[in-house]
């Protein structure tokens, strides 16, 4: 999948393995969490270390069972997006937040991580068209996410810090098309994206 920036994305499988590894970083993207916060139980992903959450997903990526998409921007690793079948992330079906809306199949886009050279520049937003492409080619009907909203009034005015947007930014799912069918808290969504 490819745009007029020089984006092409691909997904993680095991030939892919040292391109996330290198946009991951020693810190794992985030505080050694590898993109397992939402896939494993709570109890186990609190247990584990870096290196454990590091096997998981080198396990997941190296057998083919594709936790996600690479997006590249001129051949370099430039974005990571998280999604495959809810049922896959132990921790977002035993959410109390992000309760199922319904008893329709949904896969889950529950993580993003952009390298910092190329944050603020609408990757994700691209990412994101990238991730309902690869579900329409994978037979799915519904891609559902869990963005928090910066209109909200809470939100109002202030800019993400840390790791604060790594779900999402509702903005960006609108501009791809999702559109909201509940709201978890007042500053997160559940949006869907119909096939």
Partial sequence: ???????????????RWGDLEALFGEKGACGGCWCTFWRLPRSQHKQNT???????LQHLVQTDQVPGLLAYVDGQPAAWCSIGPREQFAALENSR??????????????????????????????????AVEYARQQGETIVEGYPIDMATPKLAGQRLSGSSGYMGIASAFRQ??????????ETQRIMRYYL
């Fill in 97 to 130: 937040n992000l309760k199922r809306v319904d008893d329709r199949p949904v896969w889950s886009i529950v993580c993003f991580f952009t390298a910092k050279p190329y944050r603020r520049q609408g990757l994700m937003a691209q990412v994101l068209a990238a």
């Fill in 176 to 185: 791809a098309g999702f559109v909201e069918v509940a709201r978890a808290s």
């Fill in 50 to 56: 870096g290196s454990d959450n590091k096997a998981e």
């Fill in 1 to 15: 999948m490819e745009d007029s920036l020089n984006l092409v994305v691909y997904p993680a499988t095991g030939e």
